[in-house]
C-alpha cells in the first residue's frame, strides 16, 4: 500500500524559512520522479516543483523559482521542500505527489507523466504572517 | 504555460442524476488529460488519465472523453461519495502541469 505523509508545515513570518518532507512508503522511491503540489485556502491546485528520481533534473514554477529548493534523500525514502525567503502567497497546504503514467521514458523538462498523490493524504499546512 | 477553464464552478445536483463537467485547454493537449477527484480536507484523487482510463478502483460510472483541447468527465449516476470538488489537469510534455480552477459538486 503506497502512503505519502507530508510534514514540517507551521507559522512562518514573511521572509523566514521552512522545511517539508514527505515520508513515501510501498514504492521503490528511488525509481519514481516526485513532485510538490500547493493549495491556497479555499483555492485551486498549483504545481510547485518536481525531481527526477535519480535528482539529476529539478523543475519549479516562476513563482517559486530562485526560493524553494526541492531535494531527495533515496536511502530514507524522503522527499524535500526547502522554502526560503517566504510571502504571504505562499501560504497553503503542500501536498507530494509520486509519478504515475509517464508519456515519455526520461521527462527532462516539467509535465510527460500523471502525478498520484495520497488520497488518504492531509498535505501540511503552511502560513506565512507576521 | 497552458490555461486549463472548467465549467461550471459550481454544479448543483441529485443521488442518481447524470452529472457532465467541462475542461478546455488554452491549446491542444492531444490526450494528456487527467480528472481528479478532491475531498474537504485531503489530497486529490486520480481518477481517470489519458482522458478516459480509469485509475484502479475508480467505479464505472465514471467516464472521460474528448481530445485536443476539449474533454469532459461524465458521472453517469450520482452517489452520496461523489459529492466533491472536481478537477482537470493537464500532463503534455514539456509545459509545467496546470489545473482547472475545479468544480464543486453539491446537494442540490
Known amino acids: 500500500e503506497v502512503q505519502l505523509v507530508e510534514s514540517g508545515g507551521g507559522l512562518v513570518k514573511p521572509g523566514g524559512s521552512l522545511r517539508l518532507s514527505c515520508e513515501v512508503s510501498?514504492?521503490?522511491?528511488?525509481?519514481?520522479?516526485m513532485t510538490w503540489v500547493r493549495q491556497a485556502p479555499g483555492k485551486g491546485l498549483e504545481w510547485v516543483a518536481s525531481i527526477s528520481s535519480s535528482s539529476s533534473s529539478r523543475y519549479y514554477a516562476e513563482s517559486v523559482k530562485g526560493r524553494f529548493t526541492i531535494s531527495r534523500d533515496n536511502a530514507k525514502n524522503l522527499l524535500y521542500l526547502e522554502m526560503n525567503s517566504v510571502k504571504a502567497e505562499d501560504t497553503a497546504v503542500y501536498y507530494c505527489?509520486?509519478?504515475?503514467?509517464?508519456?515519455?521514458?526520461?521527462?527532462?523538462?516539467?509535465?510527460?507523466?500523471?502525478?498520484?498523490?495520497?488520497?488518504r493524504g492531509q498535505g501540511t499546512l503552511v502560513i506565512v504572517s507576521s | 504555460d497552458i490555461q486549463m477553464t472548467q465549467s461550471p464552478s459550481t454544479l448543483s445536483a441529485s443521488v442518481g442524476d447524470r452529472v457532465t463537467i467541462t475542461c478546455r485547454a488554452s491549446?491542444?493537449?492531444?490526450?494528456?488529460l487527467a480528472w481528479y477527484q478532491q475531498k474537504s480536507g485531503k489530497a486529490p484523487s486520480l481518477l481517470i488519465y489519458d482522458v478516459s482510463t480509469l485509475e484502479d478502483g475508480v467505479p464505472a460510472r465514471f467516464s472521460g472523453s474528448g481530445s485536443g483541447t476539449e474533454f469532459t468527465l461524465t458521472i453517469s449516476s450520482l452517489q452520496p461519495e461523489d459529492f466533491a470538488t472536481y478537477y482537470c489537469?493537464?500532463?503534455?510534455?514539456?509545459?509545467?502541469?496546470?489545473f482547472g480552477q475545479g468544480t464543486k459538486v453539491e446537494v442540490k
Open positions: 510501498g514504492i521503490t522511491f528511488s525509481s519514481h520522479y
Open positions: 491549446q491542444s493537449i492531444t490526450n494528456y
Open positions: 489537469q493537464h500532463y503534455k510534455i514539456n509545459s509545467p502541469w496546470t
Open positions: 505527489a509520486r509519478e504515475g503514467r509517464k508519456v515519455v521514458a526520461v521527462p527532462v523538462a516539467p509535465g510527460g507523466y500523471v502525478l498520484r498523490f495520497d488520497p
